[in-house]
């Protein structure tokens, strides 16, 4: 587990453990979850359709052996069953707003007994902004379930009424895969759903859904030219675990993200101009497109890479930057190349040169 999640679920698992903390446990188990639900959002606006069913661990042991489609699907269905069906007692958000027909799932259980290209195929069937919706209605409704609780009500148990409410509600699968799961829930009180429903259980999905993408990412960028078309080195941005770069479908640069369309301005300016990168345009030095916006804290040192690159090539910049990364502890250019793309420039040929 992440180690800063771990402490944090850590954390938050002591406070709410007594009558005295209860409340700012469950208010930092709150802003955890929406740091955790930013990791979802990430995926969601920053993957191409193809990602959400790709399975690059089919077969293995773990959580990771899913797709990022049925992983989402899951924590949240599993929280809305939990929080309703079994907690309040009263109708899922699922079913309250029609999520099922807008998401476009055949299935209403928690995905638990489908296995191998059975989970493709069904991740292959959701329409993925609409999953998401759904999981940010979820989220806020278990979030407003747990602010109205007080330490007494959060030791409350479980019956055999309980039990019988859940298998009655077809929410969860009677596969040997997939049932087990109400006398699990059933077996704890609030207080222990807390712990791993609303909080590991997310913890651990996320993270499996974190492999998922840095593996798809790694994949795309096999054999792919790592210089970007702003000039930045792929292979040496503190995003490349995560990002297949701009030359591919998994390009997640915050300057592709922010767009409806996932392109980055610049990306998009040389691919219409028919330009290998910014470093063969004759505006680059007072170009303000996308990663060059006047603001922006690695604009000049972007451009002092692709003018690098524009007089002495792409190797020669990637050979510059692994001295630079030899010699220096750094993870953004701009943090050794400074705020002056000429002195930039400048120093990119020390080293190079040296």
Not at 244 to 271: H, L, M, V, W
Not at 319 to 345: C, N, S, V
Request: aromatic share 10%; hydrophobic share 35%.
């Amino acid at each position: 587990m992440d180690k800063g999640w771990a402490e944090k679920i850590k954390q938050v698992h002591t406070l709410i453990g007594k009558e005295k903390t209860f409340k700012e446990g469950i208010e930092q188990l709150i802003g955890f979850r929406q740091e955790l639900f930013g990791q979802i959002t990430q995926i969601v606006n920053g993957y191409p359709d193809e990602a959400f069913w790709q399975m690059p661990y089919a077969n293995a042991d773990g959580n990771h052996s899913g797709t990022l489609a049925w992983s989402i699907w899951h924590i949240f269905r599993i929280e809305d069953i939990v929080a309703h069906t079994l907690i309040a007692n009263d109708e899922q958000v699922f079913f309250a707003s029609d999520h099922q027909k807008r998401i476009g799932s055949p299935i209403i259980t928690t995905g638990n007994e489908l296995q191998g290209e059975e989970i493709v195929s069904f991740s292959k069937k959701l329409d993925v902004p609409a999953l998401y919706d759904y999981a940010g209605a979820v989220m806020a409704s278990t979030n407003g379930l747990l602010q109205g609780l007080d330490h007494k009500a959060a030791k409350r148990k479980f019956t055999d009424p309980d039990k019988e409410r859940v298998a009655a509600s077809g929410c969860v699968s009677a596969d040997g895969n997939a049932v087990w799961l109400i006398e699990y829930w059933c077996g704890k009180d609030i207080l222990g759903l807390i712990r791993m429903p609303f909080s590991r259980h997310w913890v651990m999905h996320i993270e499996a859904m974190r492999r998922i993408k840095n593996k798809l990412c790694k994949d795309a960028r096999k054999g792919v030219d790592p210089a970007a078309y702003c000039g930045l080195s792929c292979d040496h941005c503190f995003l490349a675990e995560w990002c297949g770069s701009c030359r591919t479908k998994y390009n997640t640069c915050s300057y592709a993200t922010i767009f409806e369309d996932r392109r980055c301005p610049n990306a998009a300016c040389c691919q219409d101009r028919g330009l290998d990168g910014c470093y063969e345009c004759p505006e680059l030095e007072s170009c303000t497109k996308g990663f060059y916006e006047p603001g922006n804290d690695g604009a000049n040192a972007a451009k002092a890479q692709a003018m690098f690159i524009r007089k002495y090539g792409k190797k020669a910049l990637l050979k510059t930057h692994d001295k630079l990364h030899e010699r220096y502890d750094f993870a953004k250019t701009q943090e050794i190349l400074g705020q002056d793309m000429h002195e930039g420039l400048r120093i990119l040929e020390r080293e190079y040169n040296g």
